[in-house]
């Protein structure tokens, strides 16, 4: 078997696991009945409100601009009419943060939940909210060059007819996969065909090692990342202020099916230029970034910067909680910098396959800068208190971003907060870079309390006890440590839907990284009920 056959098939059971294990999906439930948040995670929400700058409104500006029509709620059904992708569960984020979601998140999701079709020059246009991801489309002589094809096929083709509804029925004449993860090129079948490819009707172009990425993470590791995505990004979640509240790159991830057909052009290095159907596109090569294979490109027609998901409204995560490569902090700087250098001076606006863009030469250029010194920052305090003898838990508890700095500013308000950030740098330091990661935010040593056990996560039956009687912000973080302790390696619909309890509240609440929210809301379900299933059957 080729190693092409061996991904496509391979690629073909996991589709099928992909609808087993989401099909159940779409959350119906209301949100739980739970307690309100606890005064440490109210204290601590607060906080927030005064530190940042939230009357700011040029986010939402950018991210209304140009809009053309959208689907009724969002909805994407399937061929069941099962639900693929809708934003109707989020109508609750109105007006300001409730006591339980950090405002930064808050906002973030408030962002993240307008969705439809933008054009964002004459030629570019931009299908935003219908998917984790987005899709960009092109406007070339006579056909479409889609860049980024979703997740699913079934948000693909909605959001291909969306843009139909609304603009010339023009053929699709080329894909640009722009990286290795499959929010990015799994919906390629609802935007064209492998006949069409395999014709060179339509050419496919990604980067160099794409396939070979791609099936890496997503597939020979698909099943263990796709489990471990139910929690990142916690589709199976109730929605609601103490539900899911967003996946900080977009609502979360579409319930659908996945597809690859595998590119036939690549791009090996920066600088590498292609003419498609009157189009000149400009590539930039950003390996070992957001993902192993991935790149940029320049469009000099509509003067837009396509970023791909190298510059984006939040600090990325350097060690997603699915287990991906691990990140590198500091050559995701270097490659912002050159993005800044090579395209700061004549980009009128800068988008990305994730979130909205940002128009105007000086704002855009502005918004590389800030992204290139955050994750620089990051990288380099990191190494300054790693020098200083800190372990990486205790790196992750201290450091800040500065108020003075750029920094504070935009971005910080629509970050997740570098809490769980720099253990992935110090990670990458000293660790290496290619291992699949467990699923940990583990608690400064010297700060564990005393008088806890040990051994209560997942183990004794009065866990709930003890975790009830911690009500510092610092306990909390102790107990997010210990039922880190019990990932199921098989989540459940049961897990994923059961409202927190009491005693896991703050551990959620307290903590606005969504992945980690979505993670601990299920971890700390299965600390109580279904580990003292487990316990029994021993
Ligand atoms: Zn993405």
């Known amino acids: 078997m080729t190693k092409l056959n061996y991904v496509l098939c391979w690629l073909g059971r996991y589709s099928l696991l992909t609808i087993i294990a989401f099909g159940a999906g779409a959350a119906d439930t209301a949100v739980g009945q739970e307690k309100p948040a606890e005064p440490a ?107 980024d094809t979703l997740l699913s096929v079934e948000t693909a083709k909605a959001a291909l007819e969306l843009y139909y509804q609304h603009r010339p029925r023009r053929p699709v004449v080329a894909v640009i996969y722009t990286h290795t993860h499959a929010d990015h090129w799994g919906g390629v079948k609802g935007v064209t065909t492998e006949a069409d490819v395999a014709s060179g009707k339509v050419a496919v172009l990604a980067p160099e090692g794409f396939l070979e990425h791609a099936a890496s993470e997503g597939i020979i590791a698909g099943n263990a990342q796709r489990r471990r995505s139910l929690y990142q990004f916690g589709p199976l979640l109730p929605k609601g202020e103490r539900g899911q509240v967003d996946g900080g790159l977009g609502k979360t991830i579409s319930l659908g099916s996945l597809s690859l057909i595998p590119p036939t052009d690549l791009i090996r290095k920066s600088g590498e230029k292609r003419i498609i159907d009157g189009v000149e596109i400009i590539f930039a090569m950003a390996p070992e970034t957001e993902a192993p294979a991935e790149l940029y490109m320049y469009y000099p027609r509509f003067k837009v910067l396509n970023m791909a998901e190298i510059a984006t409204h939040n600090f990325h995560n350097l060690l997603p909680l699915r287990g991906t490569e691990v990140r590198d902090a500091l050559a995701w700087s270097k490659h912002l910098g050159e993005a800044v250098e090579t395209f700061g001076n004549e980009s009128e606006a800068v988008i990305a396959q994730h979130h909205w863009p940002v128009f105007g ?82 608690f400064p040593p010297f700060r564990r309390p005393k008088s806890t056990s040990p051994i209560w996560a997942g183990r004794t039956p009065s866990s709930g006890a003890h975790a009830k009687t911690s009500k510092t912000a610092s306990t909390v973080s102790w107990r997010r440590s210990q039922t880190s302790l019990c990932l199921p390696t098989r989540p459940t619909r049961k ?44």
Not at 372 to 379: A, S, T, V
């Open 361 to 442: 030469k000086d704002r855009a250029r502005n918004f590389l800068i800030n992204q290139r010194d955050l994750y620089k920052y990051e990288h380099d305090q990191t190494v300054r208190l790693m020098n200083q003898g800190f372990t990486a838990p205790e790196i992750a508890e201290q450091l800040e971003l500065p108020q003075a700095s750029p920094m504070s500013g935009r971005t910080a308000v629509t970050t997740a907060p570098c809490v769980t950030m720099p253990k992935r740098s110090t990670r990458n330091i000293l660790d290496g870079t290619t291992t699949i990661q467990r699923t940990s935010i583990p």
């Open 41 to 147: 995670v109210k204290a601590l929400n607060n906080a927030v409100l005064s530190k940042l700058p939230f009357t700011k409104q040029d986010d939402f500006q950018d991210a209304a601009r140009g809009f053309i029509a959208t689907l009724p709620d969002g909805l994407v059904t399937g061929p069941n009419g099962n639900v693929v992708w809708s934003q109707k569960d989020y109508a609750f984020l109105e007006g300001t943060s409730p006591d339980t979601v950090n405002p930064s998140l808050w906002r973030q999701a408030q962002l993240n939940h307008q969705h439809g079709l933008f054009k964002v020059v004459d030629g570019v246009y931009q299908v935003r909210g219908i998917d984790l991801s987005n899709m960009t489309i092109l406007e070339g002589d006579t056909g479409l060059i889609v860049v």
């Open 495 to 538: 897990h994923a839907i059961s409202p927190p309890t009491r005693t896991n509240s703050s551990a959620i609440w307290r903590n606005p990284p969504h992945g980690a929210m979505h993670i601990f809301m299920p971890l700390l379900n299965c600390a109580t009920a279904p580990l003292k299933l487990a316990v029994a059957r021993r």
